[in-house]
């Protein structure tokens, strides 16, 4: 397997004390950069396999929202979801939270052009603007042999890394060693298989984990486990979870309420 190499916003910041200097590289666009729906209680698609799922709520008001789509009435909550559908995902909606909760939106600016920075992630992929931009933005983790490898499931360290950037905004950049990060999450967060996370990843997790600006994602999807378990794969009804709310964006249900019918 390839290491992977990790590329995030190209911006300093410290996590000695877990205490960032956070400063935002989202380019500012204008609506017709970006692909935004016109969300109405019509874009609901009534799935049938969902109730009584944990994550049931954030599905449904994603799917009002626009962000997600369907070809049947079934969304398979604990199916994998693969690294294409939660950039997308993931994408989508923190531009529609941005357009809707705040005054001067700060989105994720879709590519221009059909050049692709992935091998194996030609322009006529279906997520080819999505994974693009997220490149472009540079919060995304991506591979030193420069593949994407889209079909692939996503882990929960992956997860927990792309999102936990875009919501402080910080570069992952930090002048600890790898050894003090597992000792923290070790010792002072109490996780049991620290050694189990990529190095690459240790910094973001710490700092999910350790600082409110990081977004505390990992908390607010899995609870206080102390197993964190990096490599498991993630389901679809956990990535709707994690992707309701933003630190800086806001939250789907606030942008839900200041859209008209």
Known sequence: MSKLSVIFFPLAFFLTTLA???????????????ELSKPSVANIIAFSDIQGVRGESEILQLSQLGVLEADSNKFYPLAPIT???????????YNLLQTHNNRVPALIRLPDTRTSSFTDVP???????????????????????????????????EMIVMKSSLDSGA?????????SFRNYLAKTRGFTDANEIGDL???????DLGNAAGGKNFQRVY???????????VNKAEAAIL?????????????LKKIKP
């Not at 500012?28 to 950069?33: I, V």
Request: hydrophobic share 35%; proline share 5%.
């Open 243 to 255: 992707i309701s709310k933003f630190r800086k964006a806001g939250t789907v249900s606030n942008a």
């Open 223 to 233: 609870g206080s486990t102390r197993l964190y378990e990096p490599k498991k794969v």
């Open 201 to 207: 990843y240790l910094n973001h997790i710490s700092f």
């Open 123 to 157: 322009s006529s992929h279906p997520a080819f603007s999505y994974i693009q931009a997220a490149y472009n933005a540079g919060f995304l983790v991506g591979y030193e042999d420069g593949t994407f490898k889209p079909n692939n499931n996503l882990t929960r360290e």
């Open 171 to 179: 570069s992952g950049k930090s002048n600890r060693s790898v050894k």
């Open 20 to 34: 960032p200097i956070i400063h935002s590289s989202i380019v500012l666009a204008t609506p017709t950069n970006v």
């Open 83 to 93: 690294r294409s559908q939660f950039v997308t995902w993931l994408v989508k909606t």
